[in-house]
Structure formats: C-alpha cells, structure tokens
C-alpha cells in the first residue's frame, strides 16, 4: 500500500514551453501533497504544499507564476512549470501524506526535466 | 528556524561492516519526528527507520538502528552487517508536528554511502 506515481519519469522539451507533471496516489487518498526539487547531487528542496481544493503554499524564494500547482482531487497534483528554461532543469519529486499518517510521507520515483 | 546537518558527504564501509552515519538537528520544539531516507540510484526515497522525540527507546528496524540523543539534538544511524544493497544517498530528516497532514520535512545535505566488496 501506499504508492505514489509521478509522470512522466522523464521529459525534454524546449526551452519557453510548458511542461506538466503529475503526482497520485494509487491506494490512498492524499490529504496534502509536497513538491521537491532535487539537483545532481544535492538534498530535496521543497518547493510548495498542496491541500486538496485549496491554494498551494509556496516556500520562499519558489516562483508561484512559474511553478503552478493544482491540487485537484485526494488522488492528484500536477505541477506545471511554465515558460521553461535550461536553469528549471531538474529532478522533481513529489510526496503525499494523509491525515491518518501524519507522521510519514510517501514518496512518488521522481521526474527528470531536461530543457534544451 | 529548524535545521538538519549532516556532516559526513560521503561514507564507506566494507561488506559486513558496521558504520554509522551522523545527524545533527536545532529546533526550540519539545515533540517532533525524524527520519532516515535511503535514496538509491533509482533516486525513489525510501523510509528507513523513524523515531519520535518523546520516545526514549531507539528506533531499530532489522540491521538498521538510531542513536537518539535529544538533549544533545543528534540522531545518527547504524547499519550492521552492511550490504552491497546498502550503497545509496542517506538522508535526515526532520518533522514537526502540526497536528494536521501538513507534515513539512527537512532534509539533512546527505550522506552518500559506498559499500565495498
């Protein structure tokens, strides 16, 4: 139990295009989901919490125009990073935790996001 | 604010072997949550072991065990009988409690551990 998907695993796309990402939780219902944001070799930043049906919260210095987060359903939260530049490309990774485990967050495999 | 410091970038220790890996964290809180994640080249996090602060008794969880000092703020790791799986990025992270599903984690820089043959 408790799975979470990411997808896609990896994309390319070209530098002043948008891309979506999509985080769900397979055998849950995902109370609130995290965005991170991971460089080569580096720790997980997180860049914004989402609450199902509510407004993401962005952690400081994370661009609220450029990375759009929707919190759709209790099974779903994209990210969409808009008008992307090599500099956005990174490893994204996202996690769900629930009400009933408060205390452990699960954690999706990840998306590679290359921009030429 | 609350901090996680891992001052070790990179580990090694043979096949078999014991190490230990170092955390240190700073909060004013009295009840929080930490936690070591394994991230291996697949680069999907996996839950290692967790401890709550108000528990006193170390968390252990098959060969992987947590000295807990708290009044010292340390939380470090022990992996016996180390094993070629074993190889991957180790991090510390710490939670605290809000009461709701909003549980936010800080991570530690990591601590990438090689296993010799």
């Given at each position: 139990g408790a799975v979470v998907s990411q997808h896609p695993s990896w994309v390319i796309c070209k530098s002043g295009t948008s891309v979506k990402i999509e985080c769900r939780s397979l055998d849950f219902q995902a109370t609130t989901m995290f965005w991170y944001r991971q460089f080569p070799k580096q720790s997980l930043m997180l860049m914004a919490t989402s609450n199902e049906g509510s407004k993401a919260t962005y952690e400081q210095g994370v661009e609220k125009d450029k990375f759009l987060i929707n919190h759709?359903?209790?099974t779903l939260s994209t990210l969409t990073v808009t008008s992307?530049?090599?500099?956005?490309s990174s490893f994204y990774i996202c996690s769900a935790g629930t009400i009933q485990s408060y205390n452990e967050q699960f954690f999706g495999p990840g998306t590679r996001l290359t921009v030429l | 604010a609350q901090t996680v410091t891992q001052s070790q970038p990179e580990m090694s220790v043979q096949e078999a072997e014991t190490v230990t890996l170092s955390c240190t964290y700073d909060t004013s809180e009295s009840d929080y949550y930490l936690f070591w994640y394994k991230q291996p080249p697949s680069r999907q996090m996996i839950l290692v072991i967790r401890q709550e602060a108000y528990k006193q008794q170390n968390a252990t969880e098959n060969r992987f065990s947590v000295n807990f000092q708290k009044a010292a703020k340390s939380f470090s790791l022990k992996i016996s009988?180390?094993?070629?799986?074993?190889?991957a990025m180790y991090f510390c992270a710490y939670r605290v409690?809000?009461?709701?599903?909003?549980?936010k984690l800080i991570f530690g820089t990591g601590t990438l551990l090689a296993v010799q043959p």
């Open positions: 759709a359903s209790l992307a530049h090599p500099e956005d | 009988d180390s094993q070629l799986g074993d190889a409690p809000d009461g709701g599903a909003t549980n």
